[in-house]
């Protein structure tokens, strides 16, 4: 990857870190709920690429805003003025085409997978990120925190079994394949956009953001063309979108740049971690929103998950 | 408890350790096929006190035996003599009256708990041992090993997952109470009897369990007076019995005496892994003897299970 050791050993404070970490802990816990939410309000109206767009659009305008803010205060300097050279910029749209490509194989994915198999499988990110994350940035975990990881991907799984969690073991080899390939895709966009983060520790966030927001509209553009082009003509941009349909527009924005920040601030593991709390923590909410029972496979799971929580924390390598 | 702290220092050899947990993990694994394949028989037909009896009855001849081939071999000494003082005898009688009253509960809690939730509440014995023998026997388990022992006992509950688990959900207050008090009866059962036994290390173990089947023997008689008497009477002590009860009297009866070898030359924490690894085993066994299917459940539980193992043993305390 070429990133200069030194450049990596600037450690945020441990409360920007925390700050960062409850942020996306809190906002993917409500995106879920979000979720559920227009679900019982009805099916989805609008179509998923504008809003994909939108989204993208949004966190551009957002990091904008809040670079006008930082220009106000601290003036333009060499690391927070928007202009960029292509040496920086050129290794900006490869996590848009993983996510581009991640997100066209879901299409495909369910004539191999039905939704409660693929439910499941997606857990393989867990995986796949812990792997990519030693290979590509080249950080350890020691062996506790491998063991953690590994607790962490089967406790996620083990809370969201149901009655039909067990058509998984009837996935056909394809389907198996495109379900790791879909890991290693997303896996390897979280961990490349960590890695075009880290590589320029002194560079603010928000140029960061905007440009890699640039490329993510850019690509979703693309997809709308594929999927969307003759929905997106006849009845517009905007068609079916609803006050839910915004809000969870607004919270996949605030939680993106919540990932990014993770990114600059943390890490993918601390992203994996936080998001996997966020899933418990949707159960518990959608309890008590949505009178949703618990089952005892999700008190299993969710004690493997802290557990994995604690072992990772004690378990940090030894310099 | 008074037990000498320097006698428990005695270290047995890695192999002899290692023997009879694998001895303990077969047997026990064959164990519950041998149930399986007695209830696919038909049902019991004999009287389960009588067979416990039987039992241990067959636990005090296999040790017998085992003592007269070391007296014609190293003669008769201060170690391997039968006869015995009252202040080494007195604490026998525990763990088999611990064991009665345990069983007798196991009548009662029927009333609160159906079978399905049963099963799932047994898995807090796990945690009851683990419990018992940090606070009797005092001995250090480290945080990892308290977090592998949590793992262990969610990941067993896991692998036993099916669609009647949720029920445990539904298990009143006096469940909950009878469960956790069978729990520590039999926690403390086995963590008693690792005292007893470890207490004169030097002494033969085929005496020590000589004397503890002795008590077994009697406290059955009791259990069969309690509650098959009038069967016993009319139908005769060993009505129903059939080829597969004699196996399965065997199989427990080696079994017992691979727990009291557990006892010797390892542990408790020993002993709770090997039995959970069993259960794993019969599962798996069960896939090729009657055609079970394995569920995603289970495969999640066995990966929590493994873990749990690796973390124990890379966990041991450091002195």
Redesign the interface.
């Known amino acids: 990857m070429g990133i200069p050791e030194g450049s990596l050993t600037a450690k945020p404070s441990w409360r920007l870190k925390s700050i960062v970490t409850v942020a996306l802990t809190l906002l993917t816990s409500s995106q879920a709920i979000l979720i559920v939410w227009s679900k019982r309000a009805g099916k989805y109206e609008y179509s998923v690429t504008t809003a994909n767009f939108s989204v993208e659009a949004l966190k551009c305008a957002l990091s904008l805003a809040a670079l006008s803010r930082i220009w106000k205060s601290q003036g333009v300097t060499e690391d927070n003025r928007l202009s960029t050279s292509f040496d920086e910029v050129k290794v900006y749209p490869i996590p848009a085409v993983l996510y581009l490509v991640k997100n066209l194989l879901q299409y495909y994915i369910f004539a191999y997978v039905d939704a409660p198999a693929y439910q ?1 499988l997606k857990n393989l990110n867990i995986i796949s990120t812990g792997v990519l994350y030693r290979i590509i940035l080249n950080k350890k975990l020691s ?2 925190q491998w ?1 953690a990881f ?2 962490l991907s ?2 996620c ?2 809370a969201q ?1 149901n ?1 039909s ?2 058509r ?2 009837q996935t056909p080899f394809q389907g198996w394949i495109m379900a790791i390939i879909m890991a290693l895709l997303s896996g390897f966009a979280g961990v490349y956009t960590e890695a075009i983060i880290k590589k320029r520790p002194s560079r603010n966030i928000n140029v960061q953001n905007f440009w890699l927001y640039v490329f993510g509209m850019l690509f979703n553009i693309i997809a709308i063309f594929i999927q969307d082009f003759d929905s997106v003509m006849n009845k517009g941009f905007f068609h079916g979108y609803s006050f839910i349909t915004i809000c969870m527009i607004l919270n996949h924005a605030l939680s993106g740049i919540a990932v990014s920040m993770v990114m600059k601030y943390a890490d993918n593991i601390v992203k994996v971690y936080s998001t996997s709390v966020a899933m418990l923590l949707t159960a518990i909410v959608s309890v008590f929103l949505f009178g949703y029972h ?4 999700f008190f ?2 969710s ?2 998950v802290s ?1 994995a929580v ?2 990772h924390s ?1 378990g940090k390598p030894q310099r």
Chains 1, 2 share one sequence.
Request: no cysteine.
């Open positions: 499941i062996e506790i063991a590994v607790l089967a406790g799984t083990t079994l009655s969690s067990d998984v073991l618990l089952s005892i496979a299993l799971g004690t493997v557990v604690y072992l004690i």
